[in-house]
């Protein structure tokens, strides 16, 4: 799936929580490392501590997210600590160089961020934020950028439309998405909510089915440099 061809296939996921990154491209993940890239990711907050969950709530999660890193293997992956629900209390140049730092470790061809259409604060911030970091000055490892969407938080924004042009046939990588989701069981909702595996696999139908195959991911398409 090497959109333009490259030397070094590696890339990179800016998330702003733990699941965000398995909502937006858990089957996309499995492709591409199919595919023979190398995958890493970032993830800003622990996306639990807004909601003031007590000590053993929290090591569940951590727990959880703990299982999820075993399913994806990333060859990089780095964690912030910055305050979660709250990145728009944070100065923008300190998320712009913390993931500075990462690119700058990992060298990724290519980022893989949220979408500026979000509905949550940390994603809007979040996509800035990559933006920035990847900024095209001489000599910028990043030539693509695409922006993912997560299921809920990009289409409770109403006035603003996710504008996915990238279809991703992952038919064959499902099951791997539902396992992955599976993992962060507690950030799952019920039945006919947006962020449920049956909304989940509504939409990856959906977006299937507009292109002719099963199972689609979508992306928007942020910068190709070739």
């Known amino acids: 799936m090497g959109y333009v061809e490259m030397k070094n296939k590696k890339a990179l996921i800016i998330a702003a929580h733990p699941d965000d990154e398995a909502l937006g491209l858990g089957a996309t993940w499995c492709r591409l490392k199919e595919e023979g890239w190398e995958l890493g990711v970032v993830w800003l907050t622990d996306g639990v ?9 929290s090591m569940k999660r951590r727990a959880q997210h703990d299982n999820a890193l075993a399913i994806l293997k990333p060859k990089y992956c780095s964690h912030g600590s910055f305050p979660d629900n709250k990145l728009d209390d944070v100065p923008l ?18 980022l893989y961020i949220h979408s ?27 030539k693509e950028i695409f922006s993912f969407e997560v299921p809920s938080s990009t289409h409770w924004g109403f006035n603003d439309v996710f504008d996915g042009r990238l279809f991703v046939d992952v038919s064959k990588y499902f099951n791997f998405k539902i396992n992955l989701l599976n993992s962060y069981s507690d950030e799952l909702r019920s039945e006919f909510h947006a962020r449920s595996l049956y909304g989940v696999e509504a939409l990856m139908r959906f ?15 942020i910068r190709i440099v070739e």
């Open 49 to 57: 501590s807004s909601r003031g969950i007590n000590e053993n709530n």
């Open 93 to 110: 140049l300190e998320v712009v160089k913390f993931i500075e730092k990462s690119i700058e470790e990992f060298s990724p061809n290519r």
């Open 207 to 221: 977006r299937g089915s507009l292109v002719g195959v099963e199972f689609s991911e979508v992306f928007e398409v």
């Open 116 to 142: 500026l259409t979000d509905l949550n604060i940390d994603h809007k911030v979040a996509h800035h934020a990559a933006i920035t970091a990847a900024r095209p000055f001489p000599r910028q490892v990043v």
